[in-house]
């Protein structure tokens, strides 16, 4: 005698086309964000060492110290610039996911 559970088990509900593009817009977002933090630390990464600089502008001319502090300065600036878009990225997924926690949770209300 066969069981017929065991050949066809119940796939339980369908998902729902609602849900699967709200976790696509989610798992994109999520990415978004994961990638511009990725960047921010690219960014810092290209920060002197501090010994490093220090060592460097306590050998250097002037115009090599007027260089390496612009060099530095830039760099600070595109951080700076990198961690904006890292933090607009980031609450755009939180953002996304809280609106979708409410809209989930009002379809479990009706």
């Known amino acids: 005698m ?17 849900d699967s593009r709200w976790e696509a817009r989610i798992t994109f977002l999520r990415s978004r964000a994961a990638v511009a933090r990725a960047e921010v630390s690219a960014i810092e990464a290209m920060h002197r060492d501090p010994d490093v600089l220090e060592d460097l502008l306590a050998n250097a001319s002037p115009e090599e110290v ?19 878009v890292a933090d607009a990225a980031e609450a755009d997924y939180e953002r996304a996911v809280l609106d979708g926690a409410d809209l989930r949770g009002n379809e479990d209300l009706d």
Do not use: C, F, W
């Open 2 to 18: 066969s069981d017929n559970t065991s050949e066809n088990p119940d796939p339980g509900p369908k998902p729902n086309l609602t």
């Open 66 to 84: 007027a260089m390496a502090e612009a060099v530095e300065h830039r760099i600070s600036e595109r951080v700076i610039a990198a961690r904006q």
